[in-house]
Protein backbone atom coordinates (compact mmCIF):
# COMPACT_ATOMS: atom_id res chain seq x y z
CA UNK A 1 0.00 0.00 0.00
CA UNK A 2 0.81 3.45 -0.87
CA UNK A 3 0.10 6.09 1.68
CA UNK A 4 -0.80 9.73 0.89
CA UNK A 5 -1.11 10.36 4.56
CA UNK A 6 -2.58 8.12 7.23
CA UNK A 7 -6.02 9.04 7.18
CA UNK A 8 -6.48 7.09 3.33
CA UNK A 9 -5.89 3.44 2.90
CA UNK A 10 -4.24 4.01 -0.38
CA UNK A 11 -3.53 1.38 -2.73
CA UNK A 12 -0.91 1.38 -6.03
CA UNK A 13 -1.85 0.52 -8.84
CA UNK A 14 -1.79 -3.43 -9.06
CA UNK A 15 -3.47 -6.53 -9.55
CA UNK A 16 -3.89 -6.84 -5.74
CA UNK A 17 -6.30 -3.24 -5.59
CA UNK A 18 -8.23 -4.78 -8.64
CA UNK A 19 -8.72 -8.07 -7.11
CA UNK A 20 -9.90 -6.62 -4.00
CA UNK A 21 -12.34 -4.02 -5.99
CA UNK A 22 -13.99 -7.20 -7.45
CA UNK A 23 -14.10 -9.61 -4.39
CA UNK A 24 -15.86 -6.84 -2.26
CA UNK A 25 -17.97 -5.14 -5.37
CA UNK A 26 -16.54 -1.71 -4.16
CA UNK A 27 -16.27 1.14 -6.29
CA UNK A 28 -12.52 2.60 -7.73
CA UNK A 29 -10.90 5.86 -6.68
CA UNK A 30 -8.63 6.50 -8.73
CA UNK A 31 -6.37 9.85 -7.77
CA UNK A 32 -3.97 11.00 -10.04
CA UNK A 33 -1.35 13.65 -8.91
CA UNK A 34 1.88 14.86 -9.20
CA UNK A 35 4.45 17.16 -6.61
CA UNK A 36 3.91 20.09 -8.96
CA UNK A 37 0.35 20.33 -8.98
CA UNK A 38 -1.19 22.84 -6.62
CA UNK A 39 -4.57 21.77 -6.63
CA UNK A 40 -3.20 17.86 -5.75
CA UNK A 41 -1.99 19.65 -2.52
CA UNK A 42 -5.39 21.60 -1.46
CA UNK A 43 -7.05 18.11 -2.02
CA UNK A 44 -4.82 16.46 0.60
CA UNK A 45 -4.94 18.97 3.07
CA UNK A 46 -8.78 20.18 3.03
CA UNK A 47 -10.04 16.28 1.55
CA UNK A 48 -7.94 13.93 2.78
CA UNK A 49 -6.71 14.94 6.16
CA UNK A 50 -10.43 15.25 6.94
CA UNK A 51 -11.34 12.40 9.30
CA UNK A 52 -15.48 12.49 7.92
CA UNK A 53 -14.48 12.57 4.11
CA UNK A 54 -11.70 9.81 4.89
CA UNK A 55 -13.94 7.94 6.66
CA UNK A 56 -16.41 7.29 3.63
CA UNK A 57 -13.63 6.63 1.63
CA UNK A 58 -12.01 3.70 3.45
CA UNK A 59 -15.30 1.99 4.10
CA UNK A 60 -16.82 2.88 0.26
CA UNK A 61 -14.02 2.47 -2.14
CA UNK A 62 -11.04 0.91 -3.32
CA UNK A 63 -8.43 3.43 -2.90
CA UNK A 64 -5.98 3.79 -5.79
CA UNK A 65 -3.32 6.52 -5.83
CA UNK A 66 -0.95 7.09 -9.03
CA UNK A 67 2.11 9.50 -9.35
CA UNK A 68 2.09 11.25 -12.76
CA UNK A 69 6.07 11.27 -12.81
CA UNK A 70 6.08 7.37 -12.28
CA UNK A 71 3.19 6.41 -14.43
CA UNK A 72 2.68 8.85 -17.26
CA UNK A 73 0.95 6.36 -19.31
CA UNK A 74 -2.11 5.55 -16.58
CA UNK A 75 -2.33 9.40 -16.45
CA UNK A 76 -2.30 9.77 -20.30
CA UNK A 77 -4.88 7.28 -20.45
CA UNK A 78 -7.47 8.14 -17.67
CA UNK A 79 -7.01 12.41 -19.03
CA UNK A 80 -8.32 10.96 -22.37
CA UNK A 81 -10.99 9.79 -20.50
CA UNK A 82 -11.37 12.81 -18.92
CA UNK A 83 -11.51 14.71 -21.97
CA UNK A 84 -14.29 12.73 -23.68
CA UNK A 85 -16.54 12.35 -20.68
CA UNK A 86 -16.43 16.33 -19.98
CA UNK A 87 -15.44 17.65 -23.56
CA UNK A 88 -12.44 19.87 -22.63
CA UNK A 89 -8.77 18.92 -21.30
CA UNK A 90 -8.63 17.83 -18.13
CA UNK A 91 -5.59 18.33 -15.55
CA UNK A 92 -4.26 17.54 -12.13
CA UNK A 93 -5.74 16.11 -9.85
CA UNK A 94 -7.15 13.92 -11.96
CA UNK A 95 -10.33 11.37 -9.88
CA UNK A 96 -11.55 9.13 -11.63
CA UNK A 97 -14.47 6.88 -10.16
CA UNK A 98 -14.78 3.50 -12.02
CA UNK A 99 -16.61 0.02 -11.07
CA UNK A 100 -15.37 -2.80 -9.90
CA UNK A 101 -14.59 -4.29 -13.52
CA UNK A 102 -12.29 -0.98 -13.79
CA UNK A 103 -14.85 0.60 -16.62
CA UNK A 104 -14.73 5.00 -15.64
CA UNK A 105 -18.22 5.93 -14.80
CA UNK A 106 -17.28 9.98 -13.48
CA UNK A 107 -14.50 12.12 -13.91
CA UNK A 108 -12.97 15.45 -12.22
CA UNK A 109 -10.48 17.71 -11.27
CA UNK A 110 -10.54 19.45 -8.42
CA UNK A 111 -13.18 18.84 -5.59
CA UNK A 112 -13.28 21.53 -3.21
CA UNK A 113 -14.54 20.17 0.24
CA UNK A 114 -17.61 21.83 0.80
CA UNK A 115 -20.25 22.87 -2.01
CA UNK A 116 -18.30 26.08 -3.94
CA UNK A 117 -18.95 27.93 -7.02
CA UNK A 118 -21.51 25.86 -8.39
CA UNK A 119 -19.33 22.78 -8.02
CA UNK A 120 -20.61 19.80 -5.18
CA UNK A 121 -18.11 19.53 -2.09
CA UNK A 122 -16.74 15.95 -2.35
CA UNK A 123 -18.82 15.22 1.09
CA UNK A 124 -21.98 15.51 -1.40
CA UNK A 125 -20.18 14.24 -4.19
CA UNK A 126 -19.26 11.04 -2.62
CA UNK A 127 -22.69 10.54 -1.55
CA UNK A 128 -24.17 10.63 -4.91
CA UNK A 129 -22.16 8.30 -5.90
CA UNK A 130 -22.56 5.57 -3.50
CA UNK A 131 -25.95 5.83 -4.15
CA UNK A 132 -25.82 5.58 -8.30
CA UNK A 133 -23.61 2.70 -7.64
CA UNK A 134 -26.01 0.69 -5.23
CA UNK A 135 -29.25 1.81 -7.30
CA UNK A 136 -28.65 2.56 -10.46
CA UNK A 137 -25.57 1.01 -11.31
CA UNK A 138 -26.75 -0.64 -14.83
CA UNK A 139 -27.00 3.50 -16.10
CA UNK A 140 -23.28 4.03 -14.81
CA UNK A 141 -21.76 0.93 -16.36
CA UNK A 142 -23.47 1.42 -19.67
CA UNK A 143 -22.27 4.82 -19.85
CA UNK A 144 -18.62 3.65 -18.69
CA UNK A 145 -18.78 1.01 -21.94
CA UNK A 146 -19.90 4.01 -24.48
CA UNK A 147 -16.59 6.05 -23.10
CA UNK A 148 -14.23 2.52 -22.92
CA UNK A 149 -15.80 2.28 -26.92
CA UNK A 150 -14.45 5.42 -28.01
CA UNK A 151 -10.87 5.14 -26.32
CA UNK A 152 -10.46 1.84 -28.28
CA UNK A 153 -11.39 2.95 -31.53
CA UNK A 154 -8.61 2.47 -33.77
CA UNK A 155 -10.07 3.44 -37.01
CA UNK A 156 -10.32 6.92 -37.39
CA UNK A 157 -10.13 7.91 -41.20
CA UNK A 158 -6.89 9.75 -41.98
CA UNK A 159 -7.16 13.07 -44.03
CA UNK A 160 -3.93 14.01 -45.85
CA UNK A 161 -2.72 16.89 -47.66
CA UNK A 162 -0.02 18.53 -49.67
CA UNK A 163 3.23 19.68 -47.40
CA UNK A 164 4.75 22.47 -48.53
CA UNK A 165 6.62 26.21 -47.38
CA UNK A 166 3.02 28.14 -47.10
CA UNK A 167 2.63 26.52 -43.75
CA UNK A 168 5.33 29.69 -43.06
CA UNK A 169 2.92 32.45 -43.88
CA UNK A 170 -0.02 30.20 -42.50
CA UNK A 171 2.50 30.02 -38.89
CA UNK A 172 3.20 34.10 -39.67
CA UNK A 173 -0.52 34.73 -39.95
CA UNK A 174 -1.35 32.73 -36.22
CA UNK A 175 1.34 34.25 -34.46
CA UNK A 176 0.63 37.83 -34.83
CA UNK A 177 -2.83 36.95 -34.33
CA UNK A 178 -2.40 34.97 -31.30
CA UNK A 179 0.97 37.29 -29.82
CA UNK A 180 0.06 39.14 -26.53
CA UNK A 181 0.97 42.54 -27.65
CA UNK A 182 0.29 43.61 -24.20
CA UNK A 183 2.71 41.30 -21.75
CA UNK A 184 4.43 38.96 -24.30
CA UNK A 185 3.82 35.17 -24.93
CA UNK A 186 0.65 33.98 -25.57
CA UNK A 187 -2.67 33.11 -23.33
CA UNK A 188 -4.14 34.95 -20.43
CA UNK A 189 -4.42 33.22 -16.85
CA UNK A 190 -2.36 31.31 -16.19
CA UNK A 191 -0.40 31.97 -18.65
CA UNK A 192 2.87 29.66 -19.92
CA UNK A 193 5.79 29.88 -21.42
CA UNK A 194 5.15 28.19 -24.54
CA UNK A 195 8.79 27.64 -25.48
CA UNK A 196 8.34 25.52 -28.52
CA UNK A 197 6.69 28.60 -30.22
CA UNK A 198 9.33 30.63 -29.08
CA UNK A 199 11.73 28.56 -30.82
CA UNK A 200 9.84 28.19 -33.80
CA UNK A 201 9.47 31.61 -34.06
CA UNK A 202 13.41 32.19 -33.76
CA UNK A 203 13.57 29.62 -36.41
CA UNK A 204 11.14 32.31 -38.55
CA UNK A 205 13.71 34.83 -37.74
CA UNK A 206 17.52 33.04 -39.03
CA UNK A 207 15.58 31.05 -41.76
CA UNK A 208 13.45 33.90 -43.40
CA UNK A 209 14.82 37.21 -41.91
CA UNK A 210 11.89 38.07 -40.64
CA UNK A 211 12.88 40.70 -37.89
CA UNK A 212 8.75 40.67 -36.40
CA UNK A 213 9.63 37.45 -34.95
CA UNK A 214 12.92 37.96 -33.27
CA UNK A 215 11.32 40.96 -31.98
CA UNK A 216 8.47 39.31 -30.28
CA UNK A 217 10.69 37.21 -28.44
CA UNK A 218 12.83 39.44 -27.12
CA UNK A 219 9.73 41.40 -25.75
CA UNK A 220 8.49 38.58 -24.20
CA UNK A 221 11.64 36.93 -22.78
CA UNK A 222 12.26 40.26 -21.08
CA UNK A 223 8.53 40.30 -20.06
CA UNK A 224 9.11 36.95 -18.32
CA UNK A 225 12.04 38.52 -16.37
CA UNK A 226 10.55 41.19 -14.88
CA UNK A 227 7.61 39.77 -13.20
CA UNK A 228 7.32 37.04 -10.54
CA UNK A 229 7.35 34.36 -13.15
CA UNK A 230 11.29 34.47 -13.13
CA UNK A 231 12.57 33.82 -9.54
CA UNK A 232 14.84 36.71 -9.07
CA UNK A 233 16.18 36.07 -5.18
CA UNK A 234 16.79 32.45 -5.45
CA UNK A 235 16.79 31.19 -9.62
CA UNK A 236 14.86 29.58 -12.03
CA UNK A 237 11.42 30.35 -13.75
CA UNK A 238 8.22 28.75 -12.12
CA UNK A 239 5.96 26.50 -13.94
CA UNK A 240 3.75 29.20 -15.10
CA UNK A 241 1.70 32.73 -13.98
CA UNK A 242 -1.32 33.04 -12.20
CA UNK A 243 -1.98 36.13 -14.60
CA UNK A 244 -1.30 37.42 -17.57
CA UNK A 245 1.55 39.92 -17.00
CA UNK A 246 4.23 37.31 -15.82
CA UNK A 247 3.77 39.18 -11.97
CA UNK A 248 2.36 36.03 -10.04
CA UNK A 249 4.32 32.68 -9.89
CA UNK A 250 2.78 29.86 -9.48
CA UNK A 251 4.37 27.79 -6.88
CA UNK A 252 6.65 25.31 -8.60
CA UNK A 253 9.39 24.46 -10.77
CA UNK A 254 10.09 21.86 -12.56
CA UNK A 255 13.25 20.70 -14.37
CA UNK A 256 11.74 20.14 -18.18
CA UNK A 257 10.52 23.84 -17.99
CA UNK A 258 14.10 25.27 -16.60
CA UNK A 259 15.72 23.31 -19.02
CA UNK A 260 13.54 24.48 -22.34
CA UNK A 261 13.58 28.11 -21.20
CA UNK A 262 17.79 28.21 -20.55
CA UNK A 263 18.25 26.91 -24.23
CA UNK A 264 15.89 29.50 -25.32
CA UNK A 265 17.64 32.71 -23.44
CA UNK A 266 20.95 31.06 -24.75
CA UNK A 267 19.79 30.58 -28.25
CA UNK A 268 18.64 34.39 -28.51
CA UNK A 269 21.57 35.29 -26.96
CA UNK A 270 23.64 33.54 -29.83
CA UNK A 271 21.11 35.50 -32.46
CA UNK A 272 21.30 38.77 -31.03
CA UNK A 273 24.69 38.66 -28.43
CA UNK A 274 22.54 40.55 -25.70
CA UNK A 275 24.37 39.81 -22.33
CA UNK A 276 21.19 40.04 -20.51
CA UNK A 277 19.93 36.62 -22.34
CA UNK A 278 23.29 34.75 -21.19
CA UNK A 279 23.18 35.64 -17.81
CA UNK A 280 19.55 34.75 -17.44
CA UNK A 281 20.29 31.51 -19.26
CA UNK A 282 23.44 30.29 -17.36
CA UNK A 283 21.75 31.63 -14.05
CA UNK A 284 18.71 29.51 -14.54
CA UNK A 285 20.87 26.28 -15.37
CA UNK A 286 23.03 26.67 -12.03
CA UNK A 287 20.03 27.23 -10.28
CA UNK A 288 18.45 23.33 -11.39
CA UNK A 289 22.95 22.21 -10.83
CA UNK A 290 23.11 23.98 -7.01
CA UNK A 291 18.88 23.13 -6.11
CA UNK A 292 17.82 20.19 -8.37
CA UNK A 293 20.39 17.57 -8.78
CA UNK A 294 22.75 14.96 -7.40
CA UNK A 295 26.17 13.10 -8.61
CA UNK A 296 24.92 15.02 -12.48
CA UNK A 297 21.53 13.79 -11.98
CA UNK A 298 18.76 16.19 -11.76
CA UNK A 299 15.57 15.70 -9.82
CA UNK A 300 12.10 16.55 -11.61
CA UNK A 301 10.42 19.35 -9.55
CA UNK A 302 10.93 21.50 -6.54
CA UNK A 303 7.77 23.36 -5.01
CA UNK A 304 7.42 25.79 -2.18
CA UNK A 305 3.52 25.15 -1.29
CA UNK A 306 4.93 24.56 2.78
CA UNK A 307 6.59 28.16 2.62
CA UNK A 308 10.38 26.17 1.96
CA UNK A 309 11.16 24.30 -1.21
CA UNK A 310 10.28 20.69 -1.25
CA UNK A 311 12.10 18.59 -4.05
CA UNK A 312 10.69 15.45 -5.52
CA UNK A 313 13.85 13.50 -5.80
CA UNK A 314 12.25 11.46 -9.07
CA UNK A 315 14.49 11.59 -12.06
CA UNK A 316 13.52 11.30 -15.01
CA UNK A 317 14.43 10.10 -18.83
CA UNK A 318 12.83 12.32 -20.72
CA UNK A 319 12.92 15.31 -18.64
CA UNK A 320 16.82 15.19 -17.47
CA UNK A 321 17.46 14.19 -20.98
CA UNK A 322 16.03 17.88 -21.70
CA UNK A 323 18.65 19.43 -19.58
CA UNK A 324 21.52 17.27 -20.72
CA UNK A 325 20.70 18.56 -24.53
CA UNK A 326 20.97 22.54 -22.46
CA UNK A 327 24.28 21.43 -21.00
CA UNK A 328 25.89 20.24 -24.32
CA UNK A 329 24.22 23.97 -25.63
CA UNK A 330 25.82 26.04 -23.51
CA UNK A 331 28.99 24.26 -23.40
CA UNK A 332 29.65 25.56 -26.66
CA UNK A 333 29.36 29.15 -25.36
CA UNK A 334 30.98 28.21 -22.25
CA UNK A 335 33.30 25.11 -21.97
CA UNK A 336 32.83 24.89 -17.93
CA UNK A 337 29.47 23.51 -18.33
CA UNK A 338 30.94 20.22 -20.80
CA UNK A 339 32.16 17.75 -17.57
CA UNK A 340 28.67 18.09 -15.88
CA UNK A 341 27.10 17.29 -19.75
CA UNK A 342 29.29 14.49 -20.04
CA UNK A 343 29.19 12.88 -16.72
CA UNK A 344 25.28 13.73 -16.31
CA UNK A 345 24.36 11.75 -19.89
CA UNK A 346 26.97 8.75 -18.70
CA UNK A 347 24.89 8.51 -14.79
CA UNK A 348 21.52 9.18 -16.77
CA UNK A 349 22.31 6.18 -18.70
CA UNK A 350 23.83 4.05 -15.56
CA UNK A 351 20.86 4.73 -13.63
CA UNK A 352 17.78 3.77 -16.28
CA UNK A 353 19.18 1.25 -18.48
CA UNK A 354 19.42 -1.98 -16.42
CA UNK A 355 20.70 -5.30 -19.01
CA UNK A 356 19.70 -4.06 -22.18
CA UNK A 357 16.65 -2.54 -20.96
CA UNK A 358 15.59 1.32 -20.33
CA UNK A 359 13.09 2.51 -17.55
CA UNK A 360 11.24 5.46 -17.45
CA UNK A 361 12.73 7.17 -14.14
CA UNK A 362 14.34 6.07 -10.50
CA UNK A 363 15.74 7.38 -7.66
CA UNK A 364 19.10 7.89 -7.41
CA UNK A 365 20.54 4.11 -5.61
CA UNK A 366 17.63 2.97 -6.19
CA UNK A 367 16.53 0.11 -8.63
CA UNK A 368 14.06 1.27 -11.54
CA UNK A 369 10.34 -0.10 -11.82
CA UNK A 370 8.63 1.31 -14.74
CA UNK A 371 9.62 0.79 -18.47
CA UNK A 372 10.55 3.51 -20.05
CA UNK A 373 8.02 5.42 -22.46
CA UNK A 374 8.40 6.69 -26.11
CA UNK A 375 8.99 10.23 -24.71
CA UNK A 376 12.01 8.74 -23.23
CA UNK A 377 13.18 7.74 -26.12
CA UNK A 378 12.28 10.53 -27.92
CA UNK A 379 14.33 13.07 -25.61
CA UNK A 380 16.78 11.23 -25.18
CA UNK A 381 17.21 10.86 -28.65
CA UNK A 382 17.66 14.40 -28.48
CA UNK A 383 19.93 14.74 -26.20
CA UNK A 384 22.49 12.57 -28.18
CA UNK A 385 22.62 14.25 -31.63
CA UNK A 386 23.31 17.53 -28.84
CA UNK A 387 26.32 15.60 -27.61
CA UNK A 388 27.34 14.43 -31.14
CA UNK A 389 26.84 17.77 -32.60
CA UNK A 390 28.47 19.84 -29.45
CA UNK A 391 31.61 17.14 -29.16
CA UNK A 392 32.23 14.32 -32.38
CA UNK A 393 32.15 11.98 -30.62
CA UNK A 394 31.42 8.92 -32.79
CA UNK A 395 29.71 6.97 -29.64
CA UNK A 396 27.55 9.12 -29.32
CA UNK A 397 26.07 8.63 -32.71
CA UNK A 398 26.39 5.09 -32.37
CA UNK A 399 24.00 5.34 -29.60
CA UNK A 400 21.94 7.33 -31.16
CA UNK A 401 21.09 5.23 -34.23
CA UNK A 402 20.67 1.69 -31.81
CA UNK A 403 18.16 4.00 -29.57
CA UNK A 404 16.20 5.20 -32.55
CA UNK A 405 16.08 1.36 -34.39
CA UNK A 406 14.78 0.18 -30.62
CA UNK A 407 12.40 3.28 -30.49
CA UNK A 408 10.79 2.22 -34.21
CA UNK A 409 10.35 -1.62 -33.43
CA UNK A 410 8.35 -0.99 -30.40
CA UNK A 411 6.33 2.56 -30.94
CA UNK A 412 6.12 3.22 -35.08
CA UNK A 413 2.80 2.29 -36.71
CA UNK A 414 2.61 3.49 -39.94
CA UNK A 415 3.47 6.96 -39.33
CA UNK A 416 1.74 6.91 -36.22
CA UNK A 417 3.30 6.72 -32.59
CA UNK A 418 1.80 4.91 -29.82
CA UNK A 419 3.29 6.28 -25.99
CA UNK A 420 3.24 2.77 -24.36
CA UNK A 421 4.51 -0.33 -25.62
CA UNK A 422 2.22 -2.83 -27.52
CA UNK A 423 1.52 -5.01 -24.59
CA UNK A 424 0.30 -2.23 -21.94
CA UNK A 425 -2.80 -1.85 -20.86
CA UNK A 426 -2.85 1.79 -21.12
CA UNK A 427 -2.58 2.08 -24.95
CA UNK A 428 -2.70 5.91 -25.78
CA UNK A 429 -1.20 7.84 -29.04
CA UNK A 430 1.60 10.03 -28.67
CA UNK A 431 1.14 13.54 -28.46
CA UNK A 432 1.44 15.31 -31.49
CA UNK A 433 0.91 18.77 -29.86
CA UNK A 434 2.88 20.92 -27.43
CA UNK A 435 1.14 20.37 -24.24
CA UNK A 436 2.83 20.51 -20.91
CA UNK A 437 5.90 20.28 -22.94
CA UNK A 438 6.87 19.79 -26.41
CA UNK A 439 5.69 17.12 -28.19
CA UNK A 440 7.28 14.06 -27.95
CA UNK A 441 6.43 12.95 -31.74
CA UNK A 442 7.61 16.07 -33.50
CA UNK A 443 11.03 15.85 -31.09
CA UNK A 444 10.83 12.25 -32.61
CA UNK A 445 10.58 13.24 -36.00
CA UNK A 446 13.53 16.07 -35.30
CA UNK A 447 15.88 13.51 -34.12
CA UNK A 448 14.78 10.85 -37.30
CA UNK A 449 15.79 13.49 -39.36
CA UNK A 450 19.15 14.25 -38.00
CA UNK A 451 20.13 10.62 -38.11
CA UNK A 452 18.97 10.57 -41.63
CA UNK A 453 21.59 13.49 -42.32
CA UNK A 454 24.07 11.76 -40.50
CA UNK A 455 23.83 8.54 -40.39
CA UNK A 456 21.54 6.67 -43.27
CA UNK A 457 18.79 8.64 -45.31
CA UNK A 458 16.83 5.02 -45.10
CA UNK A 459 15.01 6.56 -41.91
CA UNK A 460 13.47 10.06 -43.51
CA UNK A 461 10.65 7.52 -44.98
CA UNK A 462 9.67 7.71 -41.07
CA UNK A 463 9.69 11.33 -40.86
CA UNK A 464 7.75 11.73 -44.29
CA UNK A 465 5.41 9.26 -43.08
CA UNK A 466 4.80 11.25 -39.55
CA UNK A 467 4.11 14.61 -41.28
CA UNK A 468 1.77 13.25 -43.88
CA UNK A 469 -0.20 11.37 -41.81
CA UNK A 470 -0.63 14.79 -39.55
CA UNK A 471 -0.68 16.88 -42.70
CA UNK A 472 -3.93 17.66 -42.89
CA UNK A 473 -3.93 19.97 -39.46
CA UNK A 474 -0.53 20.94 -39.45
CA UNK A 475 -0.85 22.66 -42.58
CA UNK A 476 -3.92 24.46 -41.21
CA UNK A 477 -3.54 25.13 -37.48
CA UNK A 478 0.58 24.61 -37.30
CA UNK A 479 0.44 26.91 -34.11
CA UNK A 480 -0.95 24.31 -32.21
CA UNK A 481 1.53 22.40 -33.17
CA UNK A 482 4.65 24.36 -33.04
CA UNK A 483 7.54 21.69 -32.57
CA UNK A 484 6.00 19.42 -35.26
CA UNK A 485 5.68 22.79 -37.67
CA UNK A 486 9.31 23.11 -37.07
CA UNK A 487 9.98 19.34 -37.52
CA UNK A 488 8.17 19.67 -41.06
CA UNK A 489 9.98 23.05 -42.01
CA UNK A 490 13.51 21.21 -41.67
CA UNK A 491 12.08 18.21 -43.54
CA UNK A 492 10.73 20.64 -46.63
CA UNK A 493 14.11 22.63 -46.75
CA UNK A 494 16.50 19.15 -47.11
Known amino acids: MSNLNSLIDWYSWGQEALNIAKQENKAIFLLINSNTCNGCYMMQNESFNNENIAKILNDNFILI?????????????????????????????????LTAECKPFYSTTYIPTIDKNGMMGFENLLSTIISKYKKDFNTLENEADKILSFINKDNQKIQATKLDKSIIKTLSIQIKTLFDSKNGGFGTSPKFPHTSTLDLMLDLYETNKNSDMLEKVEFTLESMIKGGFYDKSKGGFYRYSKDESWLIPSLEKTLYDNALLSELFLRTYNITKKSIYKEIGFKTIDFIIENMSKDGLFYCSSNEYDKEISINKRVIVADSSMMIKTLFYASEIDNKYSPLAIK???????????????????????????KAFFDDYAYLGEALIQAYNTTKDDEYLKDAVQLLNSAIEQYYNGGQWIFTSSNSNFKTKADISDITYPSSVATMVLFILNI??????????????????????LMRQPISMPKLSKAMIEYLQK
Not at 86 to 93: A, I, Q, T, Y
Not at 345 to 364: A, F, P, Q, R
Open 65 to 97: LVDKDERPDIEKYYQDVYQLMNGKVGGLPLNIF
Open 452 to 473: SKMHDEVYKKFAFRTLEINSYK
Open 344 to 370: SLENLVKLTIVDGVMYHSSYINDKPQV
